[in-house]
DNA sequence: ACTTTTTTACTGTTATAACAGTAAAATAAT
DNA sequence: ATTATTTTACTGTTATAACAGTAAAAAAGT
Protein backbone atom coordinates (compact mmCIF):
# COMPACT_ATOMS: atom_id res chain seq x y z
CA UNK A 1 0.00 0.00 0.00
CA UNK A 2 2.88 2.30 0.79
CA UNK A 3 5.56 0.37 -0.73
CA UNK A 4 4.07 2.01 -3.96
CA UNK A 5 6.05 4.53 -6.28
CA UNK A 6 4.09 7.66 -6.37
CA UNK A 7 7.25 9.43 -7.01
CA UNK A 8 8.00 7.21 -10.21
CA UNK A 9 4.26 7.80 -10.91
CA UNK A 10 4.14 11.63 -10.65
CA UNK A 11 7.50 11.96 -12.89
CA UNK A 12 5.84 10.07 -15.22
CA UNK A 13 3.12 11.66 -15.59
CA UNK A 14 4.77 15.28 -15.47
CA UNK A 15 7.17 14.34 -18.42
CA UNK A 16 3.86 13.24 -20.03
CA UNK A 17 2.17 16.47 -19.64
CA UNK A 18 5.52 18.46 -21.29
CA UNK A 19 6.34 20.11 -17.88
CA UNK A 20 9.92 20.38 -15.93
CA UNK A 21 9.56 20.11 -12.09
CA UNK A 22 9.81 23.69 -12.27
CA UNK A 23 6.71 24.36 -14.11
CA UNK A 24 4.99 22.16 -12.33
CA UNK A 25 5.95 23.24 -8.93
CA UNK A 26 4.79 26.59 -10.22
CA UNK A 27 1.58 25.19 -11.58
CA UNK A 28 0.64 23.67 -8.23
CA UNK A 29 2.07 26.69 -6.03
CA UNK A 30 4.73 24.98 -4.68
CA UNK A 31 8.71 25.46 -4.16
CA UNK A 32 10.77 23.55 -6.87
CA UNK A 33 12.31 21.82 -3.69
CA UNK A 34 9.25 20.08 -2.83
CA UNK A 35 8.30 18.52 -6.79
CA UNK A 36 11.51 17.21 -6.02
CA UNK A 37 10.93 15.94 -2.63
CA UNK A 38 7.65 13.84 -3.80
CA UNK A 39 9.57 12.41 -7.24
CA UNK A 40 11.96 11.00 -4.85
CA UNK A 41 9.36 9.46 -2.50
CA UNK A 42 9.84 11.80 0.12
CA UNK A 43 7.22 10.68 2.63
CA UNK A 44 7.42 13.75 5.25
CA UNK A 45 6.07 16.28 2.47
CA UNK A 46 2.76 17.38 3.27
CA UNK A 47 -1.06 16.30 1.99
CA UNK A 48 -1.89 19.54 0.47
CA UNK A 49 1.43 20.19 -1.24
CA UNK A 50 1.03 16.79 -2.53
CA UNK A 51 -2.54 17.18 -3.62
CA UNK A 52 -1.56 20.37 -5.27
CA UNK A 53 0.52 18.59 -7.39
CA UNK A 54 -1.74 15.62 -8.27
CA UNK A 55 -4.17 17.63 -9.45
CA UNK A 56 -2.26 19.49 -11.90
CA UNK A 57 -1.83 16.46 -13.55
CA UNK A 58 -4.91 14.64 -13.32
CA UNK A 59 -3.91 12.11 -10.73
CA UNK A 60 -6.88 11.42 -8.53
CA UNK A 61 -6.98 9.72 -5.42
CA UNK A 62 -9.30 7.38 -3.91
CA UNK A 63 -9.19 5.46 -0.27
CA UNK A 64 -10.57 1.76 -0.47
CA UNK A 65 -11.29 -0.06 2.36
CA UNK A 66 -12.57 -3.85 3.50
CA UNK A 67 -16.03 -2.07 4.74
CA UNK A 68 -16.96 0.26 2.02
CA UNK A 69 -15.37 -1.71 -1.09
CA UNK B 1 -11.15 14.63 -5.22
CA UNK B 2 -9.93 16.69 -2.31
CA UNK B 3 -13.42 18.14 -0.87
CA UNK B 4 -13.19 14.13 0.02
CA UNK B 5 -14.17 14.05 3.58
CA UNK B 6 -11.26 11.10 4.51
CA UNK B 7 -11.38 12.87 8.20
CA UNK B 8 -14.81 11.26 8.47
CA UNK B 9 -14.18 7.91 6.78
CA UNK B 10 -11.32 7.56 9.24
CA UNK B 11 -13.55 8.32 12.16
CA UNK B 12 -16.24 5.83 10.96
CA UNK B 13 -13.58 3.10 10.58
CA UNK B 14 -11.71 4.06 14.20
CA UNK B 15 -14.52 3.64 15.77
CA UNK B 16 -15.62 0.60 13.78
CA UNK B 17 -12.67 -0.87 15.22
CA UNK B 18 -13.25 -0.35 18.95
CA UNK B 19 -10.57 2.53 19.14
CA UNK B 20 -10.53 5.79 20.67
CA UNK B 21 -7.90 8.87 19.43
CA UNK B 22 -5.79 7.96 21.75
CA UNK B 23 -5.52 4.14 20.80
CA UNK B 24 -5.76 4.46 17.47
CA UNK B 25 -2.37 7.00 17.55
CA UNK B 26 -0.88 5.15 19.38
CA UNK B 27 -1.09 2.08 17.17
CA UNK B 28 0.05 4.74 14.57
CA UNK B 29 2.78 5.85 16.09
CA UNK B 30 1.55 9.21 16.08
CA UNK B 31 0.34 12.17 18.70
CA UNK B 32 -3.10 11.99 19.65
CA UNK B 33 -3.03 15.66 18.20
CA UNK B 34 -2.23 14.74 14.95
CA UNK B 35 -4.97 11.92 14.61
CA UNK B 36 -7.64 14.73 15.95
CA UNK B 37 -6.26 16.65 13.13
CA UNK B 38 -6.27 14.70 10.52
CA UNK B 39 -10.16 13.52 11.94
CA UNK B 40 -11.49 17.49 11.11
CA UNK B 41 -9.84 17.63 8.04
CA UNK B 42 -6.68 19.52 8.42
CA UNK B 43 -4.93 18.99 5.11
CA UNK B 44 -1.37 19.83 5.80
CA UNK B 45 -0.71 16.97 8.35
CA UNK B 46 2.61 14.80 6.52
CA UNK B 47 2.15 11.98 4.26
CA UNK B 48 3.98 9.41 6.50
CA UNK B 49 1.52 9.89 9.42
CA UNK B 50 -1.72 10.05 7.84
CA UNK B 51 -0.49 6.75 5.84
CA UNK B 52 0.20 5.49 9.30
CA UNK B 53 -3.34 6.19 10.34
CA UNK B 54 -4.88 4.48 7.32
CA UNK B 55 -2.35 1.67 7.79
CA UNK B 56 -3.93 0.33 11.17
CA UNK B 57 -7.03 1.09 9.74
CA UNK B 58 -7.14 -1.40 6.47
CA UNK B 59 -7.65 1.80 4.41
CA UNK B 60 -5.91 1.12 1.25
CA UNK B 61 -5.00 4.40 -1.40
CA UNK B 62 -5.13 4.39 -4.92
CA UNK B 63 -4.10 6.95 -7.46
CA UNK B 64 -6.05 6.48 -10.60
CA UNK B 65 -5.12 8.62 -13.94
CA UNK B 66 -6.65 8.82 -17.05
CA UNK B 67 -3.70 7.49 -18.39
CA UNK B 68 -2.79 4.24 -15.95
CA UNK B 69 -6.39 3.51 -15.82
C1' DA C 1 31.90 18.68 -29.26
C1' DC C 2 29.49 22.51 -27.54
C1' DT C 3 25.37 24.83 -25.53
C1' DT C 4 21.22 24.88 -23.21
C1' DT C 5 18.07 22.94 -20.23
C1' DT C 6 16.84 20.16 -16.55
C1' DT C 7 17.66 17.63 -12.54
C1' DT C 8 19.99 16.66 -8.43
C1' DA C 9 22.02 18.11 -4.22
C1' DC C 10 23.33 21.17 -0.64
C1' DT C 11 22.74 25.46 2.02
C1' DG C 12 20.57 28.80 5.73
C1' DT C 13 16.20 30.77 6.99
C1' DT C 14 11.44 30.79 8.01
C1' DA C 15 7.07 28.93 8.85
C1' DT C 16 4.59 25.53 10.98
C1' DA C 17 3.36 20.46 11.93
C1' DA C 18 3.88 17.48 15.67
C1' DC C 19 3.83 16.83 20.27
C1' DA C 20 2.62 16.41 25.41
C1' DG C 21 0.16 18.78 28.79
C1' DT C 22 -3.91 20.66 30.33
C1' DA C 23 -8.76 21.57 30.82
C1' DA C 24 -13.32 22.19 29.40
C1' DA C 25 -17.09 20.38 26.48
C1' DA C 26 -19.44 16.46 24.86
C1' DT C 27 -20.67 11.63 25.04
C1' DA C 28 -21.32 7.23 27.14
C1' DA C 29 -21.94 4.25 31.00
C1' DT C 30 -23.70 3.10 35.68
C1' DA D 1 -28.23 12.55 38.06
C1' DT D 2 -23.33 11.03 38.77
C1' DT D 3 -19.37 9.22 37.22
C1' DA D 4 -16.22 7.92 33.74
C1' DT D 5 -14.62 8.26 29.25
C1' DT D 6 -13.78 10.53 25.13
C1' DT D 7 -13.38 14.40 22.29
C1' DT D 8 -12.44 19.05 21.43
C1' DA D 9 -9.65 23.03 21.99
C1' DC D 10 -5.94 25.66 23.59
C1' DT D 11 -1.24 26.17 25.08
C1' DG D 12 4.39 26.49 24.58
C1' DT D 13 8.21 23.89 22.77
C1' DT D 14 10.70 21.31 19.50
C1' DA D 15 11.60 19.26 15.22
C1' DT D 16 11.53 19.77 10.53
C1' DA D 17 9.08 20.73 5.92
C1' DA D 18 9.10 24.31 2.72
C1' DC D 19 11.49 27.61 0.44
C1' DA D 20 14.79 30.38 -2.62
C1' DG D 21 19.44 30.52 -3.82
C1' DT D 22 23.25 28.33 -5.61
C1' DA D 23 26.06 25.09 -8.11
C1' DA D 24 27.38 20.80 -9.98
C1' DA D 25 25.84 16.68 -12.45
C1' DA D 26 22.98 14.79 -15.99
C1' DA D 27 20.20 15.01 -20.10
C1' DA D 28 18.60 17.06 -24.26
C1' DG D 29 19.22 19.83 -28.21
C1' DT D 30 22.07 22.07 -31.84
Known sequence: MDDFDLGALIKDHRKKAGLTQLELADLAGVGKTTVFDIEKKKKTVRLNNLFAVL???????????PLNK
Chains 1, 2 share one sequence.
Open 55 to 65: RVLNIKVEFKS
